[in-house]
């Protein structure tokens, strides 16, 4: 392939994602080229003003202005690479899979033990989709740029437990549980800021049988620690939009499939309305959650019926964040 024709390919390329932001990896990896190839062409169109690249952690982003081409890409991604975090959460995850595959797209699951894992794979575009706390992607959007947030999915589904014994506070790091954690500490149902983060549930039975205190998790993670002798705090209302994951989907996939995936995710809640428990066994294969306890989740998450702006307003609000402008963080959502 010449210099022209590599470039014209590229060109093409990011025409598909105008207005948007990638790694810059998804470039040489889409089109089989050269990394090193891709990485001259790039900083010419940069030099010419066509493009913006910027370096974020290990990864090189860059940002593509509208205009740069008006070439439509002649193929879409047929296979979906999709993140979820462990949890009971996604009963509707058949829904979608099942709409996702007559949509013709070829669909692998991957399930983090960690929310904050999940999407910064979804920002790096190691993977395509990723359903993960609506928090960690709102907060994560800024540095990276990479992906949308379709702001619907469940809510509730969480508890704050507390045991005896101990002062400490454990949560997920920056997650719909560290909100909830931070809102709970200033409204008195919490009474210790000494926190404990964990990534994973064994980390956290772990450090939860050590030290005693509060612990903030989500469903079926709050049942075993019913059996260690953790006990629900009663509270309501802590937060008025109880959005707990979200769904990011990459630049990567253009704008095109972009909207026609946030299509087929709101339809897919609006299924699992229909019949809850449709796909439980399905979802008990895919996570390794035994049937029983994903039945008892039916009754502890709710489909969020509310604005996925004023869920996101309301957090900013109330972890009070400046630095960056809270309109950088409003950029994220899709208007679907």
Known sequence: MTEKELRDRIIELLSTIQGNAVPQSFIHKSLTASKSRVSEILAELEREGLIRRRQVGRSKIVYVPSGISEIERSGEKKKISLGIVYSSEYLFLGYFLKRLKEAGLEIEVKVFSDGIEATDSLAHGSIDLSISPFVGQLLMFPLFESYTIIAKGMGKGYNIMYKEGGEVVHSSKMSTM????????????????????????????????????????WHPIF???????????????IVKNELCCSLGISNILGNKMKDKIAELYVKSLEDYLGKKDKYIETYSAITGIEVPLLKDAIKEYEVFEGEGRNAAIEVLENISTSIPHKSEFLKALSSI
Request: glycine content about 8%.
């Open 223 to 237: 049942r075993f620690l019913e059996k260690m002798g953790f006990r629900r705090i009663d509270f309501e209302g």
């Open 178 to 217: 560290d909100y909830i954690r931070s809102v709970a500490l200033k409204r008195g149902i919490i009474y210790s800021d000494t926190i404990s983060y964990y990534s994973s549930i064994d980390e956290l039975l772990r450090k939860a049988h050590r030290k005693k205190g509060y612990v903030v998790t």
